[in-house]
């Protein structure tokens, strides 16, 4: 999709969940840039461009379209550390690519907003202890629908407030197109507090099943045949050079 098109699409899904007075203003974020009250950490294989602030039931929205790359099946986490009082309410993940790389087919992708302790990019920046926890908000077209892509073919989704789990498949070297068109944004409420700095993770995981290994009693079972097996060899063996 053209970036006209896109920011067109943008503008109506404005229109159609109740955005306001978003700017159309493509940026991409640095690493480690403030963007909109929020210190963004970003590791390798992450790109994310800054479609600028919507309004939403009355607070900001930061719109992001984000790239990913996977290399590997270990997840890329993005760290936000709120800079100010003025950091937007919500981050709304307005589309993305993800390509696998990993040399695997996966079984499943998931967004996740782990409850776990995050260091902040300097040790100036201190989490809010009572700050409430960052949740995905299932309002307003969120989640994303299942992606588009050639091969690629998710199907089944469960949300909860910090994971969104997609099932299906992404063969290697594919990338999956979340959130093109009208099918849905995925949307964090960052809960930004007045009292310190809210800090959080928002980490993408790509999925394979695992391979069941045999239990103890099984691979015993299976050397002590692969031993008669053996036994009966030799003996075979030495019938034939007697």
């Given at each position: 999709m053209t970036r006209t098109l896109k920011l067109a699409a943008i503008a109506i899904a404005a229109a159609v969940f109740g955005f306001a007075g978003a700017t159309r203003a493509a940026t991409i974020i640095q690493n480690g840039s403030t963007v909109d009250g929020w210190v963004i950490?970003?590791?390798a294989g992450i790109s994310l461009v800054s479609d600028g602030v919507a309004?939403?039931?009355?607070?900001?929205?930061l719109l992001i379209e984000k790239f990913a790359t996977f290399s590997n099946m270990e997840g890329l986490p993005i760290t936000f550390v709120q800079a100010n009082n003025s950091a937007t309410q919500y981050i709304d993940i307005v589309n993305e690519s993800v390509t696998n790389l990993t040399g695997q087919a996966w079984t499943g992708f998931q967004?996740?907003?782990?409850?776990?302790?995050v260091m902040g990019p300097t040790p100036a920046f201190v989490q809010d202890p009572t700050a409430t926890i960052p949740g995905f908000d299932?309002?307003?077209g969120s989640p994303f629908a299942p992606p588009t892509g050639a091969g690629v073919a998710y199907s089944g989704v469960t949300f909860s407030p910090t994971v969104v789990s997609y099932t299906g498949s992404q063969p290697n070297l594919t990338t999956a197109a979340w959130g093109f068109g009208t099918d849905g944004d995925l949307i964090i409420n960052a809960n930004p507090v007045t009292n310190g700095n809210q800090v959080f993770n928002f980490k993408e995981q790509p999925l394979n099943a695992p391979v069941i290994p045999l239990p103890a009693a099984a691979w015993s079972s299976l050397s002590g045949l692969l031993g008669l097996a053996l036994v009966g060899y030799g003996k075979n063996l030495k019938k034939i050079l007697a």
């Open positions: 950490t970003e590791p309004t939403y039931n009355g607070k900001s929205v967004f996740l907003l782990p409850n776990e302790d299932p309002t307003a």
